[in-house]
Antibody, heavy 121, light 110 residues
Framework: EVQLVESGGGLVQPGGSLRLSCVDS????????MSWVRQTPGKGLEWVAN????????QYVDSAKGRFAITRDNAKNSLYLQMNSLRAEDTAMYYC??????????????WGQGTPVTVSS | QSVLTQPPSVSGAPGQRVTISCAGS?????????VHWYQQAPGTAPKLLIS???RRPSGVPDRFSGSKSGTSASLAISGLQAEDEADYYC???????????FGTGTKVTV
């Protein structure tokens, strides 16, 4: 059974940092691209970042570029998101998701339960 | 801001058929990128419902079907059941934003 378990969320002040983790099981982690997707009541679902199987390619939404860093450790079946210079608008539930692709675009076939991040003073 | 537009809500009686539209543009759906759909029950994570416009993952009932035409896509739910009450999101890729994009979401009430 595929399982993705996030951790690391919490309350942080504006300008602060947070590192999210996602431990995965039930599939060969190193065979898949992985993503972080966030959800806010106001903006709905938003893709944040992707990372290739071996970590050699990373993609980010514009609002995350320069502030967030996605990494992975295939030996530990783990995905990470280092978030710096956090802003109030980064407040959201953050989901770890496995990536698969159809003929012309990719999608998220398994999701974790999410870890909440609140940026507030 | 979401670039894929969905109706905020749709409703139907048990057994009826409802459809949810997903309107895009020439840089996403209209550019030929496939559309995928997710179901999110209250308090849970999204779950993949349809991939590649019309493919159901194992375990998804055939009451759910997807289609795509031009710059838009649709999700149909036939034989509506109480357990189908949830939020539904479409998703595709946008070549102008260079990002995976989601729809605004639709709440289905049975």
């Amino acid at each position: 059974e595929v399982q993705l378990v996030e951790s690391g969320g919490g309350l942080v002040q504006p300008g602060g940092s947070l590192r999210l983790s996602c431990v995965d099981s039930g599939f060969t982690f190193s065979d898949y691209w992985m993503s972080w997707v966030r959800q806010t009541p106001g903006k709905g679902l938003e893709w944040v970042a992707n990372i290739k199987h071996d970590g050699s390619d990373k993609q980010y939404v514009d609002s995350a570029k320069g502030r967030f860093a996605i990494t992975r450790d295939n030996a530990k079946n783990s995905l990470y998101l280092q978030m710096n210079s956090l802003r109030a608008e980064d407040t959201a539930m953050y989901y770890c998701a496995r990536v698969d692709c159809s003929r012309t675009s990719c999608y998220f076939d398994y999701w974790g339960q999410g870890t909440p991040v609140t940026v507030s003073s | 801001q979401s670039v894929l537009t969905q109706p905020p809500s749709v409703s139907g009686a048990p057994g009826q058929r409802v459809t949810i539209s997903c309107a895009g543009s020439s840089s996403n759906i209209g550019a030929g990128y496939d559309v995928h759909w997710y179901q999110q029950a209250p308090g849970t994570a999204p779950k993949l419902l349809i991939s590649g416009n019309n493919r159901r993952p194992s375990g998804v009932p055939d009451r759910f079907s997807g289609s795509k035409s031009g710059t838009s896509a649709s999700l149909a739910i036939s034989g509506l059941q109480a357990e189908d009450e949830a939020d539904y999101y479409c998703q595709s890729y946008d070549s102008r934003l260079i990002a995976y994009v989601f729809g605004t979401g639709t709440k289905v009430t049975v």
